[in-house]
Structure formats: structure tokens, C-alpha cells
């Protein structure tokens, strides 16, 4: 009886083998109840798609499985390139030594040890978990920015009304800056980033810059307060 590891021993090329020995997700299926003659749908593994593979690489599925079948075109025979064996092992955690050779027996891990379905598991539960982790992340840094501005802009603000925004922003440029050092955990402003943009010198230093800072400017001069005419003596 020929078992999943002998067929996927028999595939022509390492990819091939690969997404023959693996499962990722499930499929329902069919079956006819004996007694009832009914037919049920039954979850069982589906096996790794070419679709699957293809998206990872960013290219279509025929490449895929040209690949996979070493078909010869235009007189060259497609293998997998450097890059779309990094890519690959990068989420299956299979040796990409392995993945680029020639041989489609006994693939093995980033360790050399025998390859696994655990294995690669093991590797999409941590991309899966990285994802959410980084929207995570990414979603309180949006709220704490957005309650950081609203914060900064009343300080400024009140500033400005009671005639002190000179001496404010000073310190709120030194605050910021105090945070920046203590959070970059390397005592040193780098390439005096956060300094030089709080002092207003990226107008000058960074071209670049210069839309999106007269974009934040115009947008804060708009809600300011009228500033209130001087009284001649």
C-alpha cells in the first residue's frame, strides 16, 4: 500500500513534494450515510493548493505547477529562483537547501531535522499570530496618537490664549524629545531625527519633508484662535 510519505517521495521535483505532503485547512466532503443512504458533507485535510504557493510568490499558478513539473520553456527548465525559495521556507519552515536541490526525498527543517507536518504548523500559527500581534499594535498606536494630538493641540492652544506658546512649545519640544531618547533605549538622538524635525530645521535639512510640514501647519493655524489686536498707548 503506497502511503502519503511514498508519494510524495515519487514527486519529480522538492515543491511538488512539498505541497503534496501537506495540509493546510480542511474540505468538506461528501459521504453517504450506509444506513440512510443520505449523503453528508464531512470535513477532512486538504492538502497545501497551488493557489496557495502562488500567492505566497506573487505569481500566477501555472508558474506554480511549472515549476513543480520542471517544464521546459524556451529551452530552460523552471526551478525555483533564490528568492522564491526564501520566500517559501519563510512560511513553511522547510531548509531551503533542501527546497533548491534536486533531490525530492527526506526534506528537512530550518534544523536539519525530518521535515513535518508539525513543522510547518508550528510556522503558520506564528505568522498568524505575528499578524494579529502587529494589528494590534498598530491599532493602539493610532488611538494613543490620535489622544496624544488632541492633548498637545489643547496645550498649545491654551498657550497661545494666555500669551506663553513661546516658552510652552520649549518645553513640550524637550518632553518629546525625553520620551524619544528614553523609548529609543540608546541614549542618543539618532542623526538627530526627532531634534532637528521638533526645531522646524527639516525645512531646510529635508526637502522631502517640506509638503507634509506645511500641510500640519496650515491644518494648525486654521484652529488657532484669533490673535487679538495690540493696543496702541
Known amino acids: 500500500m503506497t502511503t502519503i510519505v511514498d508519494k510524495y517521495r515519487l514527486k519529480k521535483t522538492p515543491l511538488a513534494a512539498l505541497r503534496a505532503m501537506l495540509v493546510l485547512g480542511e474540505k468538506a466532503v461528501k459521504v453517504r450515510d450506509s444506513k440512510s443512504g443520505l ?13 496557495t504557493v502562488a500567492k505566497w ?5 501555472q508558474n506554480v505547477t511549472d515549476i513543480e513539473c520542471a517544464k521546459v520553456v524556451g529551452g530552460r527548465v523552471r526551478r525555483l529562483t533564490q528568492v522564491q525559495g526564501e520566500v517559501i521556507s519563510t512560511q513553511t519552515a522547510v531548509n531551503i537547501g533542501w527546497l533548491l536541490g ?6 528537512v527543517d530550518w534544523y536539519g531535522r525530518p521535515y513535518t507536518q508539525a513543522a510547518f504548523d508550528d510556522r503558520q500559527a506564528e505568522l498568524r499570530r505575528r499578524k494579529q ?5 498598530a491599532h493602539l498606536c493610532q488611538v494613543n496618537f490620535a489622544k496624544g494630538v488632541a492633548v498637545l493641540g489643547a496645550i498649545l492652544l491654551r498657550a497661545f490664549q494666555d500669551g506663553n ?9 524637550d518632553t518629546l524629545r525625553g520620551l524619544y531618547l528614553e523609548s ?15 526645531a522646524g530645521r527639516h525645512k531646510a535639512t529635508r526637502p522631502d519633508l517640506r509638503p507634509t510640514l506645511a500641510k500640519w501647519e496650515a491644518a494648525f493655524q486654521k484652529v488657532l484662535p484669533a490673535k487679538p489686536a495690540t493696543r496702541r498707548r
Open 39 to 51: 449523503w453528508f458533507p464531512q470535513p477532512q485535510p486538504a492538502r497545501l493548493k497551488a493557489e
Open 57 to 61: 510568490l506573487g505569481c500566477s499558478v
Open 102 to 107: 534536486d533531490n525530492p526525498a527526506l526534506p
Open 133 to 137: 500581534d502587529r494589528k494590534f499594535a
Open 165 to 173: 506658546d513661546d516658552g510652552v512649545a520649549l518645553r513640550v519640544m
Open 184 to 198: 529609543d533605549k540608546t541614549g542618543a538622538d539618532r542623526n538627530g531625527l526627532v531634534g532637528s524635525f521638533l
